[in-house]
T-cell receptor, first 112, second 116 residues
């Protein structure tokens, strides 16, 4: 099945830096979601986006639903050590609302 | 309980054996999902229940995999004649409804299955 193209695959930054990751699809989506997964845990929803152009913040996290409806990005500002984990994008294609399609994840490391 | 509960957290079995994995969703959530996650991969959709019925089982890899949710709450994922390739973390998630704007899936911690 389709998978989302998520990049970068991994990144390692200094504490306090900002970080950005993005996801692209080959088809139009009507929902974009960003999850964080810690080792041994299930994914936890960070931000949900439902409208093209929508920009939503959750604390230091900001995500946007791309105007073309084929992409989304997640920004983390002023990173801290507890931001370490794997970030997944997920979305639903227009016309197929039940199934979430997932990216392969971005592994984030933060150097204190 | 407050969150999605999955048991067992770890299961080691031998090739060819039968395995059951249990999921207890958040109380009142009508939609329940099973995913499988291999190392370095995102969750792979297996099956979705709306109430007691399987609304979409297109992700089940073959007929060795089966899931039930007889009373619309707890679900059991059943794997027959396990193979080494079935080794993965099996994640369960629930949401309030299964409608198009129900992005908010709440995941359990997963059941790690190892087939020797």
């Amino acid at each position: 099945g389709q998978q989302l193209n998520q990049s970068p695959q991994s990144m390692f930054i200094q504490e306090g830096e900002d970080v950005s990751m993005n996801c692209t699809s080959s088809s139009i989506f009507n929902t974009w979601l960003w999850y964080k997964q810690d080792p041994g845990e299930g994914p936890v929803l960070l931000i949900a986006l439902y409208k093209a152009g929508e920009l939503t913040s959750n604390g230091r996290l900001t995500a946007q639903f791309g105007i073309t409806r084929k992409d989304s990005f997640l920004n983390i500002s002023a990173s801290i050590p507890s931001d370490v984990g794997i970030y997944f994008c997920a979305g639903r294609e227009a016309g197929n609302n039940r199934k979430l399609i997932w990216g392969l994840g971005t592994s984030l490391g933060v150097n204190p | 309980g407050a969150g999605v509960s999955q048991t067992p957290s770890n299961k080691v079995t031998e090739k060819g054996k039968y395995v059951e994995l249990r999921c207890d969703p958040i109380s009142g959530h009508t939609a329940l999902y099973w995913y499988r996650q291999s190392l370095g991969q995102g969750p792979e959709f297996l099956i979705y229940f709306q109430g007691t019925g399987a609304a979409d089982d297109s992700g089940l890899p073959n007929d060795r995999f089966f899931a039930v949710r007889p009373e619309g709450s707890v679900s059991t994922l059943k794997i027959q004649r396990t193979e080494r390739g079935d080794s993965a973390v099996y994640l369960c998630a629930s949401s309030r409804t299964g409608g198009p704007n129900t992005g908010e899936l709440f995941f359990g911690e997963g059941s790690r299955l190892t087939v020797l």
